[in-house]
């Protein structure tokens, strides 16, 4: 099934999108300042005429740009084709809208592109989606069950080289707030809901807050990149309360469901990331793998920033250094 489910259909298979006013444009923008592609035709229809016109423009910036412009008096201007493609290495998120005397229209619900793919609309299909081989998307409908979730580990495979009471390690997030981010790998199947299973350590002390995420973003490696936070679960600090009082190594091992946000998607082919952050008097233990990312992969990243305040936007997340080990966290997808 081709990926309509983010774009909602606005206009009816073989009805062009119209503006009809000299004051009405249609325009895109960026979540990030990323490098994409928009490539557009068009027909100018009066009482006498029937003209084709069309543009190109290569965009790198959030600020609201304009696409189509208006057309000139007594002219009915059809977009017959348009393509925006992201031919940059990270991920953006971006909406298409309609301007009426400078009064926004939105069009769409937030597009997330990851790099090189690009979304096409034209007056006889619709939008679609393609992916970075030009290929359209392929995933199962919105809402599709499968019976206990599928089980989806992290992809590590670091040999155990500690021994006693940290068998495999932890890492003690920052107290001052800090988010660590572990590649999980794409999404299986179209969910609405993950479940995350994680051993804690050390308990958290006082917390501000501590949150589970679950977000989407292309890899890259070597590098940090963009995430887009898609659900949270930190209703009262749920990362803080999963600790039980003491200082044992082995508190146990937990599991939290994380709700996708409204108007956010996870999709078949998604690049998946799991998010655990608090901010505490003391932070919190996390067990971890044994060994860092010593290859420096960029299946690993880490931010200040409190994942619930990034919901649908794209947040710079950092290589996490050589010295720090990544959480130990398996997936279920529903």
């Known amino acids: 099934m081709v990926r309509y489910q983010s774009v909602p259909h606005l206009w009816s298979i073989g009805n062009p999108m119209i503006i009809i006013n000299t004051n009405e444009t ?10 994409v592609d928009i490539v557009h035709s068009y027909v100018d229809i009066t009482s006498t005429t029937f003209l084709a016109n069309g543009g190109n423009v ?4 959030t600020a609201n740009t304009i696409i189509m412009a208006p057309p000139a008096a007594s002219t009915q201007r059809q977009l017959k084709f348009l393509s925006i493609r992201n031919r940059d290495i990270i991920t953006t998120g971006l909406t298409i809208k309609k301007n009426v005397a400078s009064v926004e229209y939105l069009l769409t619900a937030p597009i997330i592109l990851k790099a090189g793919e690009s979304l096409h609309y034209t007056d006889q299909a619709g939008f679609i989606f393609y992916d970075w081989n030009g290929r359209t998307h392929a995933t199962n409908p919105c ?11 992290v992809l590590w495979s670091f040999a155990s ?4 009471v940290n068998p495999i390690g932890f890492r003690v997030l920052d107290s001052g707030g800090q988010t660590v ?8 199947k179209t969910a609405k809901r993950v479940m995350v299973k994680y051993r804690t350590c050390n308990n958290s002390v ?5 949150e589970l995420a679950v977000a989407t973003g292309t890899p890259i490696m070597g590098a940090g990149t963009n995430l887009t936070v898609l659900g949270f679960n930190g209703t009262n600090n749920a990362i803080a309360n999963s600790y039980t009082s003491g200082t044992g190594q082995l508190q146990g091992t937990y599991s939290n469901y994380i709700d996708v946000a409204p108007g956010q998607t996870i999709l078949e082919g998604d690049d998946i990331w799991i ?23 960029g299946l690993s990243l880490s931010t200040g920033t409190r994942p619930s305040l990034n919901i649908g ?22």
């Open 26 to 35: 249609i325009n895109v923008q960026l979540d990030t300042a990323v490098s």
């Open 58 to 61: 290569n965009i790198s910036t």
């Open 143 to 153: 809402g599709v069950q499968q019976a206990g979730g599928v089980y989806y580990p």
């Open 161 to 164: 080289t500690t021994s006693g």
């Open 181 to 188: 981010a572990t590649y999980i790998g794409r999404a299986p």
């Open 206 to 210: 006082t917390a501000t807050w501590g």
């Open 275 to 297: 998010l655990i952050g608090n901010q505490a008097t003391t932070g919190a233990n996390i067990r971890c793998l044994a060994n860092p990312d010593d290859l420096q992969t």
């Open 313 to 334: 936007k794209a947040v710079a997340y950092a290589l996490d250094s050589v010295l720090n080990t990544s959480p130990y966290i398996s997936v279920s997808y529903t």
